[in-house]
């Protein structure tokens, strides 16, 4: 039996992302975390998502400040994710395409695409990923396309 998908669905103002696993809420994350990084609560259990200034590098850490799953920009399109013990890849499927993959080694193991009608809902297909480095490689894809959107306003 395959593993429910993570999605994220925009809401509100200021803007936040409902997170869920299958059809049962996991999280809210606001904007500005995704910016500036803050608090959020999976399982029941308290993490931190930190993110550098320029969006970088991001790390998620336990309520207890232990590094849960760490992320660093590799080019334009890429993220290095170094996660319970495993170093992955994180980029863009193809040219002109939204849809990002997870690979380990030379092995494709899930990805995150555009879901539905609004190009601001993602869903995750992460099979073997622990919940949390889930969500974290799902916010990594929120964060980098707000950014993008942001800097497509600026430059208009």
Avoid: C, K
């Avoid at 803050?38 to 207890?64: K, Q």
């Avoid at 601001?120 to 959107?149: M, S, Y």
């Amino acid at each position: 039996m395959n593993a429910p998908m993570l999605r994220a669905h925009r809401t509100g103002f200021p803007s936040h992302y409902d997170i869920a696993l299958g059809d049962a809420p996991a999280t809210t994350i606001s904007a500005r975390t995704l910016r500036h990084g803050g608090d959020l609560v999976l399982d029941g259990r308290h993490y931190t998502l930190i993110a550098s200034p320029f969006g970088r590098n991001y790390r998620l850490e336990s309520a207890a400040g232990q590094p849960v799953a760490t992320a660093e920009r590799a080019g334009l399109r890429g993220w290095n994710v170094e996660a319970e013990g495993h170093s992955y890849q994180f980029a863009q499927d193809s040219i002109g395409r939204a849809d990002q993959v997870l690979v380990e080694g030379d092995r494709r193991i899930g990805h995150v695409r555009v879901s539905g009608w609004s190009s601001r809902n993602l869903e995750a297909d992460l099979p073997g990923l622990d919940h949390p480095v889930a969500v974290f490689v799902l916010i990594l894809t929120l964060a980098r396309r707000q950014r993008r959107r942001r800097a497509v306003t600026i430059a208009r």
